[in-house]
Nanobody, 124 residues
Framework: QLQLVESGGGLVHPGGSLRLSCTAPGLTLDPWTIGWFRQAPGKEREGVSC????????TYLDSVQGRFTISRDNAKPTVHLQMNSLQPEDTAVYYC?????????????????WGQGTQVTVSS
């Protein structure tokens, strides 16, 4: 059983930045493809970004391309989502998720393990 823990959410002004982190206490995330999803009130959960097993590929939702960056810190081990130029429409609960697929997927159904989520609020 893989337990995922997100951190780094908070309240930020438009144009600001946050860095989300996803860890699995006591375990490495290297074997897993990790996805970040978000869900805003009244909306479906959507895939934001993904980094595949062995860092072969990364993917981004079109609306975050160029503003968000996903990366692994293998020394910790942690998967980060650096979010820059945040906008009010980025407000949501952000979740990290893990799958043993060797490629990225933007479908929540592809992921087997989920964190509890961290709130990101972008507001002036």
């Amino acid at each position: 059983q893989l337990q995922l823990v997100e951190s780094g959410g908070g309240l930020v002004h438009p144009g600001g930045s946050l860095r989300l982190s996803c860890t699995a206490p006591g375990l490495t995330l290297d074997p897993w493809t990790i996805g970040w999803f978000r869900q805003a009130p009244g909306k479906e959960r959507e895939g934001v970004s993904c980094i595949s097993n062995m860092d072969v590929s990364t993917t981004y939702l079109d609306s975050v391309q160029g503003r968000f960056t996903i990366s692994r810190d293998n020394a910790k081990p942690t998967v980060h989502l650096q979010m820059n130029s945040l906008q009010p429409e980025d407000t949501a609960v952000y979740y990290c998720a893990a799958t043993d697929l060797l490629r990225c997927s933007d479908s929540a159904n592809s992921y087997d393990y989920w964190g509890q989520g961290t709130q990101v609020t972008v507001s002036s």
